[in-house]
T-cell receptor, first 107, second 114 residues
Framework: QKEVEQDPGPLSVPEGAIVSLNCTYS??????FMWYRQYSRKGPELLMY????GNKEDGRFTAQVDKSSKYISLFIRDSQPSDSATYLC???????FGSGTQLTVLP | DAGITQSPRHKVTETGTPVTLRCHQT?????MYWYRQDPGHGLRLIHY???????DKGEVSDGYSVSRSKTEDFLLTLESATSSQTSVYFC?????????????FGPGTRLTVL
């Protein structure tokens, strides 16, 4: 079993939609959870970072961690075409990445 | 890309030839990492360095070696390239090695081994 599982998509939504991206992980010892965004032919960049359980909000983005079910989510409100990218979840400590979900937001 | 450059950006080589990829940073960060990215696998850590001449293996280190003789440079060498090493290689840097230390990624090197 992979340490981090992520639905690769692709996911295509209309502009303005709420997007939900999800990962599951296997090791209950993980404490730090991150979401990276990767535009085509670019390196990943850190989008959000969460410690332990709970929610964290940054503008249109909300990261959520449910440690009881080992489930992490990223919600994007009012999605924009500029949000079209691959989103990778990652867990601590030596970063273990999910395989990424390719998102396309259609204008 | 946070003061990180990778060279070359693209390379095509033949099976059995040696290949060296270079990562250069201008941030004076202590930690440097090499990842490979393949469809369905996400990013996987190959090797990392926590200081000059201090390196350690990652998840997929077989067939790769690294060297760090200066803070700013981290080299990844494929001693004898194989087709399974066709991938996009990313270098990353961070100030520290804790999970809370953000990793900043370079632009990537696209390597094709024929």
């Amino acid at each position: 079993q992979k340490e981090v599982e992520q639905d690769p998509g692709p996911l295509s939504v209309p502009e303005g939609a709420i997007v939900s991206l999800n990962c599951t992980y296997s090791n209950s010892a993980f404490q730090y959870f991150m979401w990276y965004r990767q535009y085509s032919r670019k390196g990943p960049e850190l989008l959000m970072y969460t410690y332990s359980s709970g929610n964290k909000e940054d503008g249109r983005f909300t990261a959520q961690v449910d440690k009881s079910s080992k489930y992490i989510s990223l919600f994007i409100r009012d999605s924009q075409p500029s949000d079209s990218a691959t989103y990778l979840c990652a867990v601590s400590r030596q970063l273990t990445f999910g395989s990424g979900t390719q998102l396309t937001v259609l204008p | 890309d946070a003061g990180i450059t990778q060279s070359p950006r693209h390379k095509v080589t033949e099976t059995g030839t040696p290949v060296t990829l270079r990562c250069h940073q201008t941030e004076n960060h202590r930690y440097m990492y090499w990842y490979r990215q393949d469809p369905g696998h996400g990013l996987r850590l190959i090797h990392y360095s926590y200081g000059v001449k201090d390196t350690d293996k990652g998840e997929v280190s077989d067939g790769y070696s690294v060297s760090r003789s200066k803070t700013e440079d981290f080299l990844l060498t494929l001693e004898s390239a194989t087709s399974s090493q066709t991938s996009v290689y990313f270098c990353a840097i961070s100030e520290g090695g804790q999970a809370t230390d953000t990793q900043y990624f370079g632009p990537g090197t696209r390597l094709t081994v024929l």
